[in-house]
């Protein structure tokens, strides 16, 4: 089998946002305690955060961490998490049926955030609180001082404000499970007043409204429209969830499933547009896709766990090898949508649906996933050049024409680098891949790796170093014209330095 993709400078998607590559941390199962806090762990800071999750957490470089949920958050009272530790209450947890010690709250995040050079996108309480329960949460976090909630940080250690300015209006308000769970008309107005108020007290932050849960929903559309109808004014980005599963064990269909996300992208944006058009706007509504990711392994065994524990093994999916080639086909899929996705989380970072694990007292280790993630988040900065795509395709279960070879190329200026993402969808034919440019130059391969060779089912969960990065050595740049094969059921990444 033989594909192409070709390119040309002067034809791009968008520059890319940075925070494409963001992550999520939520007061969910292992995420937070026996997670990224351990303070019994030998390697601990003097906050009790782990060190060597610290240092696993900055090879993926991300840039933002939506914080702290998630349903979570619809049940949260931010102020449970501040003061002094001894005196921080443990309460139920509804969303997650856990108990929730507050031992980890805004202060020890947002500096947590920091030492891994990432910037904290807060979620406000729109289930159980509201309009002045968010505003005093802003007005902690970003204020300068002189004030109640200013003074009361500075007082509690941090003299300087959090200066957060990504902003999440509640979580999944559409979804019959969350706690507080509302119409589209009511969480509408709820979150135009909100976003409204906080903008009076910053008018400097972002804020994303909630979109859909999944586009399976069946308020999807109709939600969307009308919570920007009483939004658009005074939001700037509205969110986007869906995680994907292999449950039929039908892999020509499960790599398929980018094209559904592809697809819920694309009529998202659609409705912002209508919406603008409707409003007779000049103002441009962006994405968050800030839930996204496989989760399916880990939903039986959630099933038999006891309820109100503190930190319970939930949604801990152990990650195979194809499901690290379905993760590399959706965030080629956001690059693909660079000039309307700006923010994507995914959820989450660690032991819960995470490219990353720990053991308790024990070792952290990298997931399958942990690689396609690490290598986009790395290398696809800059501008994802328009992809033309020669590719036979195949028909799956649920979509008609599946190109066998996904693929994007992404030029990163400060570097003089183009970088070439893509799958190999094939389970047993190898593709004879060509890559054409037009006004770069290339000059020589300065790094090629694939993911190749492994069953389907192959984890890192006994063998922590089984599946990984390997050198690819059959690349070829001759007269500006790069070729190689992509092996079956494959991840590729090629840098190429350019003149």
């Not at 969110?239 to 819920?264: P, T, V, W």
């Not at 995914?346 to 007292?361: D, F, G, H, R």
């Not at 063998?463 to 001759?478: G, I, P, T």
Request: proline share 3%.
């Amino acid at each position: 089998m033989e594909a192409k993709l070709s390119i040309n400078r002067q034809s791009t998607i968008s520059k890319i946002d940075k925070r494409l590559y963001g992550s999520f941390i939520e007061h969910l199962g292992r995420a937070v305690y026996d997670g990224i806090y351990e303070p019994e762990h030998k390697n601990a800071d003097a906050e009790g955060f782990r060190n060597d999750v610290k240092e696993v957490v900055a090879e993926l470089n991300v840039p933002l961490i939506r914080y702290p949920g998630g349903n979570f958050v619809s049940g949260y009272k931010w102020e449970d998490g501040i003061g002094p530790k001894e005196t921080r209450p443990k309460k139920l947890d509804l969303a997650w049926r856990s108990l929730e010690t507050n031992q980890v709250g805004i202060h020890e995040f947002a500096k947590w955030a920091k030492e891994v050079n990432a910037e904290v996108n807060m979620a406000v309480n729109l289930g159980t609180r509201g309009i002045q329960e968010a505003v005093e949460c802003l007005e902690y976090c970003n204020f300068e001082s002189g004030t109640h909630w200013s003074d009361l940080r500075k007082q509690n250690g941090s003299a300087e404000p959090f200066g957060i300015k990504t902003w999440s209006l509640g979580n999944e308000m559409d979804g019959p499970w969350q706690i507080g769970h509302k119409t589209a008309e009511e969480y509408g107005r709820l979150a135009a007043e909100t976003a409204k108020a906080m903008k009076l007290v910053d008018g400097s932050i972002e804020l994303v409204v909630c979109g859909s849960s999944t586009s399976k929903m069946p308020t999807f559309g109709d939600w969307e429209r009308i919570v920007l109808e009483h939004t658009y004014d005074y939001v700037d980005y509205l969110s986007l969830h869906c995680y994907y599963g292999n449950k039929e064990n039908d892999i020509g269909n499960y790599l398929a499933q980018s094209l559904d996300m592809d697809r819920f992208i694309k009529t998202v944006v659609s409705i912002c547009d209508f919406v603008k058009v409707k409003k007779g706007s000049d103002k441009q509504i962006n994405l968050s896709f800030d839930e996204w990711n496989v989760w399916y392994h880990s939903n039986d065994q959630d099933k038999e766990l006891e309820p109100w524990q503190v930190a319970p093994p939930l949604l801990e999916d152990i990650y195979n090898f194809e499901d690290a080639l379905m993760v590399g086909c959706l965030l080629i899929t956001l690059l693909k949508n660079a000039d309307r996705v700006k923010i994507a989380c995914l959820a989450q970072l660690v032991n819960v649906i995470a490219p990353i694990m720990t053991e308790k007292n024990g070792d952290t280790w990298k997931q399958t996933i942990f690689y396609p993630f690490m290598q986009v988040s790395n290398y696809g900065r800059g501008v994802v050049l328009t992809p033309h795509v020669e590719s036979e395709t195949y028909a799956s279960k649920d979509f008609a024409e599946v190109p066998y070879i996904e693929t994007i190329a992404v030029h990163n200026d400060e570097t003089d680098e183009l970088v070439i993402f893509a799958v190999n969808r094939s389970e047993d034919t190898d593709i004879a891949f060509t890559f054409e440019e037009e006004g770069f130059g290339l000059e020589s391969i300065s790094e090629a790796t694939e993911m190749a060779g492994y069953d389907k089912s192959d984890t890192n969960a006994t063998d922590h170093d089984l599946v990984k990065l390997k050198d690819k050595s059959d690349v070829e740049l001759k007269y500006g014209k790069l070729s190689t094969v992509l092996k079956p059921l494959s991840w590729n990444v090629i840098r190429i330095k350019t003149k």
